[in-house]
Nanobody, 125 residues
Framework: QVQLVESGGGLVQAGGSLRLSCVVS????????MAWFRQAPGKEREFVADIIRSGGSTSYADSVKGRFTISRDAAKSTLHLQMNNLRPEDTAVYSC??????????????????WGQGTQVTVSS
C-alpha cells in the first residue's frame, strides 16, 4: 500500500509563492510517475504537472507553465511543486498522485493509482 501526504498549502497574496511537498511511503518512490492535480470549488479536477520516474521529463498545464516547477527528491521520497507568481485563479485543493504503470495520457487523473488527501491553496487578490 502506498501513502501520499501533502503539505505546504496556505493563504498567500497574488504574486506570492508557495512550495508544496508530497511525501510517499509504503513502496519505492522511484517506481512511480508522479503528478499534481488541483480542484477548485464547483470545478472538475485539473491536471497541473507531472514528472516521470527518473525525473528527466516533466510536463505542465498551459495555465501554470513558466510559473510552477515540479521536482522530485528520490533520497527523501518526496515530490515538490514550487509555485511562483500565484494568481487568484490558482486557488484550489492541490493533490499529488502516483502512477505505477503509466501507459496513457499522464494528464488524465484516471491514469493514477494512488492519491493524497490534498492541501488547500488560497490566493487573495
Amino acid at each position: 500500500q502506498v501513502q501520499l501526504v501533502e503539505s505546504g498549502g496556505g493563504l498567500v497574496q497574488a504574486g506570492g509563492s508557495l512550495r508544496l511537498s508530497c511525501v510517499v511511503s509504503g513502496r519505492t518512490f522511484s517506481l512511480y510517475t508522479m503528478a499534481w492535480f488541483r480542484q477548485a470549488p464547483g470545478k472538475e479536477r485539473e491536471f497541473v504537472a507531472d514528472i516521470i520516474r527518473s525525473g528527466g521529463s516533466t510536463s505542465y498545464a498551459d495555465s501554470v507553465k513558466g510559473r510552477f516547477t515540479i521536482s522530485r527528491d528520490a533520497a527523501k521520497s518526496t515530490l515538490h511543486l514550487q509555485m511562483n507568481n500565484l494568481r487568484p485563479e490558482d486557488t484550489a485543493v492541490y493533490s499529488c498522485a502516483a502512477d505505477r504503470w503509466p501507459a496513457g495520457d499522464r494528464s488524465n487523473w484516471n491514469e493514477y493509482d494512488y492519491w493524497g488527501q490534498g492541501t488547500q491553496v488560497t490566493v487573495s487578490s
